[in-house]
């Protein structure tokens, strides 16, 4: 807007300005409390396929009328902000966090190539990015553009592979062609193709297969038989087996090294309450267990209008409950020698942090100390800071992976970097 008068006149415009934008203020507040609760109706395959903008909202209560999403900056955050939010961030004595790259909006899933290369999914933009070490400087590069939610990452045998929801994706010999990577190779698309919950992990097993989790594609309902699970693939032929059943969305997962079994996240129903249900964190003991999903919540919590008379002991139960609407996303279990050794192979969590809670949590790393067996678990903060007040998000942590020298790096989608967590003895 430009102003071509005085001084004075363009006070007064002001003033009315901020007049009739708190009056519209206020009535839209009036007009939130007077509309209906939203609703909907989610058990169609016409809503799974053409689903409403907002379908991830389910069904609103009173008690929690009005809380959806927060929407990031576009550009991310700059330099000088991530400067300022490094100070801010709280972690035991001992350890350090640094920016390790800006500019990686939407970061999602981390890959390391052979050759040194840091390939980073995204959400929602649609790009995979590749970040280079020129000299102690990050160079970082778009090398894929416009696919369907690529938040999935996985680099074996020379290859980088993306899943984009209904597509697991293998571009060969990557790191020698970051300039021109092609269309790649499409080597399992047995997948449904709506983006509601369809945005994918993995996790590579010893021996080369990927765990990849399939969300349903709502807050809570009975799901397509073709989701709501996690699945075995074979990236080289194909082929597929389903693993586990009763998951709603899992985002994260690492294979233990102590035992080969897959743990993952699970990001648990809303529209409950504030403080229910927890999130989840999983042990797959063998295939084909029921995780409970959407009969039971937590281990011990039916389901009010779902539950349809099934029991919770009917479902393999959590090894750990994580909170409420923290959002547990990427996990890893920490196998390197840089940090304190009471810290081996324990399972650090990156939480991407709450929407549907009036304060919000996670927004986080935390760690927890369990052993193969899944018993005994316990947790504790490791990283803090993101979260100002009761729902000022700084950044949000999205994933975690290791690098060489025994550091994690930690990606965040809100502020559009990634993160180096180091340890030095004093």
């Known amino acids: 807007?430009?102003?071509?008068?005085?001084?004075?006149?363009?006070?007064?415009?002001?003033?009315?300005?901020?007049?009739?934008?708190?009056?519209?203020?206020?009535?839209?507040?009036?007009?939130?409390?007077?509309?209906?609760?939203?609703?909907?109706?989610?058990?169609?395959?016409?809503?799974?396929?053409?689903?409403?903008?907002?379908?991830?909202?389910?069904?609103?209560?009173?008690?929690?009328?009005?809380?959806?999403?927060?929407?990031?900056?576009?550009?991310?955050?700059?330099?000088?902000?991530?400067?300022?939010?490094?100070?801010?961030?709280?972690?035991?004595?001992?350890?350090?966090?640094?920016?390790?790259?800006?500019?990686?909006?939407?970061?999602?899933?981390?890959?390391?190539?052979?050759?040194?290369t840091l390939f980073v999914g995204s959400f929602g933009l649609g790009n995979v990015y590749a970040i280079k070490d020129n000299n102690g400087k990050k160079e970082v590069k778009t090398v894929l553009k416009g696919l369907n939610m690529p938040t999935g990452l996985a680099f074996k045998d020379g290859a980088l592979y993306v899943i984009a929801v209904d597509k697991l994706i293998r571009y060969d010999n990557a790191e020698a062609n970051l300039d021109k990577l092609g269309d790649g190779k499409v080597v399992y698309d047995d997948m449904p193709s709506y983006a509601a919950h369809g945005w994918k992990y993995i996790a590579v097993d010893?021996?080369?297969?990927?765990?990849?989790?399939?969300?349903?594609?709502?807050?809570?309902?009975?799901?397509?038989?073709?989701?709501?699970?996690?699945?075995?693939?074979?990236?080289?032929?194909?082929?597929?087996?389903?693993?586990?059943?009763?998951?709603?969305?899992?985002?994260?997962?690492?294979?233990?090294?102590?035992?080969?079994?897959?743990?993952?996240?699970?990001?648990?129903?809303?529209?409950?309450?504030?403080?229910?249900p927890s999130d989840k964190l999983n042990m797959i003991n063998k295939m084909g267990e029921h995780f409970g999903y959407p009969y039971c919540h937590q281990g011990n919590l039916p389901d009010d209008k779902f539950a349809m008379g099934h029991k919770c002991s009917e479902f393999t139960p959590p090894v750990l409950n994580l909170g409420a609407h923290v959002a547990p996303l990427g996990m890893k279990f920490y196998t390197g020698d840089q940090f304190p050794a009471e810290y081996k192979n324990n399972i650090l969590i990156a939480e991407h942090g709450s929407w549907n809670r009036h304060k919000y949590q996670g927004g986080r790393i935390v760690r927890v100390i369990v052993g193969p067996d899944g018993k005994n678990p316990k947790q504790e903060v490791f990283a803090s800071g993101w979260i100002e007040g009761d729902q000022g998000y700084l950044g949000r942590p999205n994933d975690i992976i290791h690098a060489k020298d025994g550091s994690i790096l930690v990606a965040d989608d809100w502020a559009g970097a990634i993160y180096r967590i180091s340890y030095s003895k004093k």
């Open 1 to 116: 807007m430009k102003f071509h008068r005085s001084v004075f006149q363009s006070a007064l415009a002001l003033a009315a300005v901020a007049l009739l934008a708190g009056t519209s203020a206020g009535n839209a507040q009036q007009q939130d409390k007077n509309r209906a609760l939203k609703k909907y109706e989610s058990g169609t395959k016409e809503f799974w396929t053409h689903p409403p903008d907002d379908w991830f909202l389910g069904d609103e209560t009173e008690a929690q009328k009005g809380l959806a999403p927060p929407s990031g900056p576009p550009t991310g955050a700059s330099d000088a902000e991530l400067a300022a939010m490094m100070k801010k961030i709280k972690l035991p004595p001992g350890f350090k966090i640094e920016v390790y790259a800006s500019g990686v909006l939407a970061a999602r899933q981390m890959a390391w190539g052979d050759k040194g």
């Open 206 to 276: 010893k021996d080369g297969w990927f765990f990849l989790p399939f969300g349903p594609p709502f807050n809570v309902g009975i799901p397509p038989t073709s989701v709501s699970q996690i699945r075995r693939v074979d990236p080289k032929t194909g082929n597929a087996e389903i693993y586990a059943l009763g998951v709603r969305n899992s985002v994260g997962g690492d294979v233990d090294p102590r035992t080969g079994k897959f743990w993952f996240t699970e990001n648990a129903r809303d529209w409950i309450s504030d403080d229910l």
